[in-house]
């Protein structure tokens, strides 16, 4: 589908006005609505692309800036070691209930938009993974999330004084995709394992892929990136997204499942 030019919106949060990016089809229609967790350096080139990839398969997509409290509106981190660390700094300045504050004003906008079905769901990467998994454990309308190498679940370290995401997962309504790259050393096997038993334990619909790749095997810049490993994963999303948003989807009977690669 050919897009409009990205809009943006400023969405009012309990800790301030958050810029939200905005990609949709421009044929006229309504379409399934997805919060997309960028990584830690906010919305830069690859996570646009990520975006415009997921709507022009027909949604419209949400990225907001998770480090709006703390950093300009329209600031991306750069790539470098100076990025990591104040991205790293944040993650752990922001609090939780800033965290769910923020997951919740995306989907009342997107809900409410008028391009929008009311159909809902997430999808992260990095720590945006930990974020599209607590979105779903914390709103129930998410019918389904996705997570790309979803960092410091297995730690519960994300935010101010940490996180209970993991002990939040018998709360998800929805169904997960879970991806990891076994070369990624921010998520080791150990970390890995504590996941899995915590969700298998928890009963809800999720789907598990293990691939040989690095952390970023997504991201479409530098020397980490896998494009062969990142379009099999995003057929993975698609599949995901058009069975349980798309038309008829409450009638799916969903099945737990795993597949290791």
């Excluded at 479409?220 to 099999?232: F, I, K, S, T, V």
């Excluded at 994963?233 to 737990?256: K, P």
Aim: charged letters at 25%; hydrophobic letters at 40%.
């Amino acid at each position: 589908m050919i897009l409009r030019d990205t809009e943006s919106v400023e969405l009012s949060t309990p800790t301030g006005p958050m810029r939200t990016h905005l990609f949709r089809p421009v044929a006229p229609g309504r379409y399934p609505g997805i919060l997309l967790y960028s990584e830690i350096f906010q919305v830069t080139p690859p996570i646009r692309r990520s975006a415009a990839f997921l709507a022009g398969h027909g949604y419209i997509v949400a990225v907001p800036e998770i480090w709006h409290e703390f950093e300009g509106a329209g600031c991306s981190l750069a790539y470098d070691q100076g990025g990591a660390d104040r991205g790293n700094a944040l993650k752990l300045e922001k609090e939780l209930s800033a965290i769910d504050g923020d997951a919740r004003a995306v989907l009342d906008f997107l809900k409410s938009h008028s391009a929008c079905t009311g159909r809902l769901g997430a999808l992260g990467i990095c720590v945006g993974g930990h974020l599209s998994f607590r979105a779903a454990a914390t709103c129930p309308d998410v019918r389904a999330a996705a997570c790309f190498y979803a960092t410091d679940i297995h730690k519960g370290a994300l935010g101010k004084g940490g996180d209970d995401t993991l002990a939040r997962a018998r709360d998800i309504r929805g169904e997960l995709l879970l991806i990891w790259g076994r070369q990624d050393p921010h998520v080791p096997r150990e970390g890995r394992r504590k996941i899995y038993e915590a969700i298998a334990d928890a009963g809800i619909d999720f789907t598990w892929h293990e691939f040989n790749g690095q952390h970023a095997f997504l991201r479409d810049e530098g020397h980490r990136y896998d494009p062969a490993l990142a379009l099999l994963s995003q057929n993975l999303v698609l599949e995901l997204f058009h069975r349980m948003l798309g038309e008829g989807a409450g009638a799916v009977a969903v099945t737990s499942s795993e597949s290791r690669h």
